[in-house]
């Protein structure tokens, strides 16, 4: 049987990784291996294999993970400082994990 996706075990909460938020549509947890003081990864529970394997119907999606990201940067307190936010797509744009999520690093 084939294994199941990670970020899928995490957003069905099948893994002990702590959420630091959640809604219908998506989980925020931290990077096991942070990249900056803060980094947060916004995972839709969808699975979604990359930025290129997403459809019309997947817009509120996209929307929502680039609005949890802002309200993440103010809950976080790190919106006035500044913060970057990144997809890696496929393997040549650096992508390991192959569910789609964002990456919210900051806090410097
Ligand atoms: P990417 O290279 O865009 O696919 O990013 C995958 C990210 O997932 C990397 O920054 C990893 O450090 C992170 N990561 C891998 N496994 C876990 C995990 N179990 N919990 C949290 N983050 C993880
Ligand atoms: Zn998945």
């Known amino acids: 049987m084939k294994k199941k996706c990670l970020f899928c075990q995490i957003a069905n909460r ?3 990784t ?6 219908d549509l998506l989980v ?3 990077d096991i291996k942070p990249a900056a003081p803060l980094h947060l990864l916004i995972v ?3 699975h979604i294999r990359s ?3 997403l459809t019309e119907s997947d817009r509120p999606i ?3 993970l680039l609005m949890t990201a802002k309200d993440m940067a103010e809950r976080q307190g790190i919106a006035e400082s500044g913060y970057r936010l990144f997809f890696n797509v496929e393997r040549g744009g650096g992508q390991l994990i192959f569910h789609l999520h964002l ?3 900051g806090g410097w």
Request: net charge negative.
């Open 62 to 64: 996209l929307s929502e």
């Open 18 to 23: 702590e959420i630091l938020f959640e809604n």
């Open 51 to 53: 930025i290129n394997d």
């Open 44 to 46: 839709p529970k969808k």
């Open 14 to 16: 099948e893994t002990p």
């Open 103 to 105: 990456h919210l690093i």
């Open 28 to 30: 925020v947890f931290k």
